[in-house]
């Protein structure tokens, strides 16, 4: 097949998928930089409760990624995309409508 991915070995997907997951990456932590100072005001924050934010986050991303890693090699990724798709999704919505920060 012809074609510029073809030149390159078929790198150029897997090389845009990267660059796509660092910039939204980049994204929810600058989306995260400005909520937090925010959040602390309107939920009258101590200190170690805006640290646990982030703490949090980063946390999860480890546990997420070596769960989904093990489900994705036994169980194939398109139901687990889906699957954490739709957890994450949920997540987001319990998260919008949160009130305060212990629920």
Do not use: D
Not at 33 to 49: D, F, M
Not at 51 to 56: D, L, N, Q, S
């Amino acid at each position: 097949s012809s074609g510029i991915n073809a030149e390159y070995g078929g790198t150029i997907l897997p090389i845009f998928c990267a660059l796509i997951s660092q910039f939204t990456e980049g994204a929810e932590y600058t989306v995260l930089g400005t909520i937090i100072p925010k959040l602390k005001c309107e939920w009258s924050l101590s200190p170690l409760q805006v640290a646990v934010i982030p703490f949090t986050i980063i946390l999860s991303a480890i546990f997420g990624g070596v769960v989904g890693g093990h489900l994705i090699t036994r169980f194939g990724r398109l139901y687990n995309i889906i699957i954490f798709t739709f957890l994450s999704s949920i997540a987001a919505i319990a998260s919008a409508m949160a009130a305060s920060f212990v629920i």
